[in-house]
């Protein structure tokens, strides 16, 4: 019974073993962990794209986006501006309006605004740390069509 223990057992790492070798670590895909400062960490990115055109088309503005460098987390304050990774939230501003809304992170990467009357519109998404410093932001123009009934 012992030599069976020991061969399952020596087959079981060889299998993590080689499935390990051939496949992509958390870090080669995600970001890195958490618990370790990175060294001269590289300016954050903001990538966005146009919004997805079935929905826009029935009125509801749904805008992808992701970040490089930066993770989007609920955190605010000082002591949260020496996090590294980096992390902060992004400013959502509306066609140029005096006020605006903080996302702080959902997982889906996807900014979404409903009840826009038909016409041309721009949402400008901004990258801020903690302290609300803007380290980088995009706009996005586009137009709510005309729909036959409200779509909500």
């Known amino acids: 019974?012992?030599?069976?223990?020991?061969?399952?057992?020596?087959?079981?790492?060889?299998?993590?073993?080689a499935t390990g070798a051939f496949a992509q670590?958390?870090?080669e895909v995600r970001n890195p962990p958490p618990f370790f400062p990175i060294k001269n960490e590289p300016a954050p990115k903001l990538i966005v794209d146009p919004p997805l055109p079935e929905p826009l088309a029935r009125g509801a503005v749904l805008i992808p986006y992701r970040?490089?460098?930066?993770?989007?987390l609920p955190v605010f304050g000082a002591a949260a501006s020496n996090v590294s990774p980096r992390v902060g939230h992004l400013h959502v501003?509306?066609?140029?309006?005096?006020?605006?809304?903080?996302?702080?992170?959902?997982?889906?990467?996807?900014i979404i605004v409903v009840g826009l009357p038909p016409g041309q519109h721009k949402v400008k998404l901004e990258l801020a740390s903690p302290e609300h410093h803007v380290f980088t932001g995009q706009t996005v123009t586009f137009t709510?069509?005309?729909t036959g009934s409200h779509p909500h």
């Not at 970040?67 to 989007?72: H, K, P, V």
């Open 67 to 72: 970040t490089e460098n930066f993770r989007i």
């Open 25 to 27: 670590s958390a870090g």
């Open 93 to 110: 501003t509306v066609d140029d309006s005096p006020w605006r809304w903080a996302d702080t992170g959902n997982d889906t990467n996807t």
């Open 1 to 17: 019974m012992t030599m069976l223990i020991r061969t399952l057992a020596t087959a079981a790492a060889a299998a993590v073993l």
């Open 144 to 146: 709510v069509p005309e």
